[in-house]
């Protein structure tokens, strides 16, 4: 079974989700913005070495070669820096493996890496720079922010982006989506604070669990449980995942009528392991 758990706030707007998922919907409790006592940081990406690889030897940077593609900024999240990752639709030096994307990935760093068994939590903080809100007649492509991701040229596990003027979190392989920000307008420019919880199992005892912590919110507020869910399935072989951050617009072009221009920073990226 998978159910779906829906914040208050959230259940006021439509979603993305058909009519069948939203029957699944709950109201969820409130959660605390700590770390469970149990939790073991694997991972901390905060940027304060003032450098693209956060003085993480082995962190995959941009490979779109652009020099604004991606860039370290001023000020961070919670401390002096963070790193900001911009894509310009019909440039190929906004590109990575033939698409619209600058991103930082986890793929070569044992601590960044899920497999079968494991227990994670991803926590990360991300400001949507001048970003340019969605009005009725324009693209409804959606625009990739973080993604746990299988190696081997596979669809990701799960990813969170914006669509329209909303954040979701979808899980392409379970064909489920659900909101995660009903509207970004009042935090563009502001930081917002995810979690996402992943049980990794090939049968049907996994989980993904989405909290969100917005501006003047003092904790994480749990706002999506998908229970009893195969987690683990990649199309190719893979022998683990990984995660990434940072802008992938896949489907968009000038064409399409897509915002040209996007702009997005990142902090405080951190695996703990829950296992």
Known sequence: MVTTTLSAGALAVPFLLSQAQDADAQMTSRVTSGVAQDAAEALRVDYESGTLNSGVEGLTTTHATAPDASGVVQPGHAGSYAVQHKVTLGDPAYESNGAPRSESATDLLEAGQFNVGDVQRYEFSVLLKDWKPYEP??????????????????????????????????????????????????????????????????????????????????DYTQILSYDNVRTYQPVNPADHGYIKWGLYRPSESIENGDVPTRIVQHDDIRIFDLS
Do not use: C
């Open 137 to 218: 007649g324009d693209s409804e492509s959606g625009d990739i922010i973080f993604q746990g991701k299988y190696a081997g040229g596979n669809v990701p596990a799960f990813y969170l982006m914006t669509k329209r003027n909303e954040v979701a979190f979808r899980s392409p392989h379970l064909n489920k989506q659900t909101t995660v920000v009903p509207d970004l307008r009042p935090y563009i420019n502001k930081w917002m604070n995810f979690r996402v919880d992943a049980r990794w199992t090939t049968d049907e005892t996994g989980y993904f669990k989405v909290s969100a912590q917005l501006p003047g919110q003092a």
